[in-house]
């Protein structure tokens, strides 16, 4: 059986916008995923690393430094592989960025790793919303930040007046590309982020994780979790490359993940083309069909348009399957490794 990747999930977000605080969250209500954490806090003490600790399945740590600027991608490597070893059996990794770490470059970090184990997983920023005015003006990279982010996470909404939540939250809005959440103390749902692990486990045994040990918060009312919204497209009708390859590249305000296989007829050569997206990075793994051919897909995001959504993947439906898209695949072609095999990229750069 092919082992599934461990997502990586890069949380990013300036000094004290609450990134620990829901790294922490997502630790204690992981639901019974295991999560790996490679903690970067600038200084020779990390604290990060401290408050984490005891409820993480495993942990590495990078102190006195930047982990964007103190490491290479085989430095990246090397950290990724103490967490991504087949004995661990993560469900997922967060990486938590120190709160002077330049997120893009965590990102680069991330795609260029040579590690098949791992895929990544998307840019998390979280932003204060109490201080969202004076962090925009004491770094206005942050503009940036938000829109290049696959989900921004807009914390500590229960410290400002219903008025100021709604400006703030807004004005994120019209910055971010990606999706939006609205958050008290970090506290958002897990399953935004990484899949429920009874898709990973087959009923075999595994090892203990933190939420086996842990006694758990049930008054769910108390905690609140931020929710997401998912949808499904199904059809037994191949799908066109070229047609699909324009729906992904018209980013869709809102949607976080994609995945599932999917059936381009004639031009996919009789092979099942396993799809995964986070924001504007995808990547396919054309693997043999296992039962009936069909597209299978799975997108979660929040605010989205499910109506919209369904209309734009149906207008994907190949109308003449038996006819070859050889541009189509060819492009496609941009996101598979020479052995079949996936390779993540942008979907909004060109192919050099």
């Keep these: 059986m092919v082992r599934a990747?461990?997502?990586?999930?890069?949380?990013?977000?300036?000094?004290?916008?609450?990134?620990?605080?829901?790294?922490?969250?997502?630790?204690?209500?992981?639901?019974?995923?295991?999560?790996?954490?490679?903690?970067?806090?600038?200084?020779?003490?990390?604290?990060?690393?401290?408050n984490v600790a005891g409820q993480v399945d495993a942990t590495v740590s990078l102190e006195n430094g930047c982990l964007c600027c103190a490491v290479d991608v085989?430095?990246?490597?090397?950290?990724?592989?103490?967490?991504?070893?087949?004995?661990?059996?993560l469900d997922a990794i967060v990486i938590e960025a120190s709160g002077i770490a330049e997120p893009t470059q965590l990102v680069r970090l991330v795609l260029s790793s040579q590690n098949p184990g791992i895929e990544f997983g998307g840019l998390v920023e979280v932003v204060d919303a109490a201080e969202f005015?004076?962090?925009?003006?004491?770094?206005?990279?942050?503009?940036?930040?938000?829109?290049?982010?696959?989900?921004?996470?807009?914390?500590?909404?229960?410290?400002?007046?219903?008025?100021?939540?709604?400006?703030?939250?807004?004005?994120?809005?019209?910055?971010?590309?990606?999706?939006?959440?609205?958050?008290?103390?970090?506290?958002?749902?897990p399953g935004i982020l990484f899949d429920d692990p009874a898709i990973r486990d087959s009923g075999g045994a595994r090892q203990l994780s933190f939420a086996d040990l842990d006694d758990h918060d049930d008054d769910h009312s108390h905690h609140m979790h931020a929710v997401y919204e998912s949808m499904e497209f199904t059809t037994d009708r191949p799908l066109n490359p070229s047609a699909f390859l324009d729906f992904l590249k018209e980013r869709s305000r809102g949607v976080y993940r994609i995945k599932g296989p999917v059936d381009f007829g004639a031009s996919g050569e009789d092979r099942?083309?396993?799809?995964?997206?986070?924001?504007?990075?995808?990547?396919?793994?054309?693997?043999?069909?296992?039962?009936?051919?069909?597209?299978?897909?799975?997108?979660?995001?929040?605010?989205?348009?499910?109506a919209s959504l369904r209309a734009r993947l149906e207008s994907c439906v190949d109308p003449t399957p038996d006819v070859v898209d050889r541009m189509g695949v060819l492009n496609l072609a941009r996101h598979l490794d020479d052995d079949g095999s996936s390779a993540q990229e942008p979907w909004d750069v060109e192919a050099g």
């Design 5 to 50: 990747r461990i997502p990586v999930v890069v949380l990013a977000g300036y000094l004290g916008s609450g990134k620990t605080t829901l790294l922490n969250h997502l630790l204690r209500n992981d639901d019974g995923r295991r999560i790996g954490v490679l903690v970067n806090d600038f200084g020779s003490i990390n604290v990060d690393a401290m």
């Design 74 to 89: 085989d430095g990246v490597d090397r950290m990724l592989e103490k967490l991504a070893h087949p004995g661990a059996a």
């Design 272 to 306: 099942c083309f396993q799809f995964h997206a986070v924001g504007v990075f995808a990547a396919f793994t054309r693997i043999r069909w296992k039962g009936p051919r069909s597209t299978r897909l799975v997108l979660i995001g929040t605010d989205l348009d499910p």
């Design 133 to 189: 005015d004076d962090t925009r003006a004491r770094h206005p990279e942050l503009d940036d930040h938000v829109r290049l982010a696959d989900l921004v996470v807009v914390n500590k909404i229960d410290r400002v007046a219903e008025a100021e939540r709604e400006r703030v939250i807004g004005e994120v809005r019209e910055l971010a590309e990606g999706a939006v959440l609205a958050t008290e103390r970090g506290r958002i749902a």
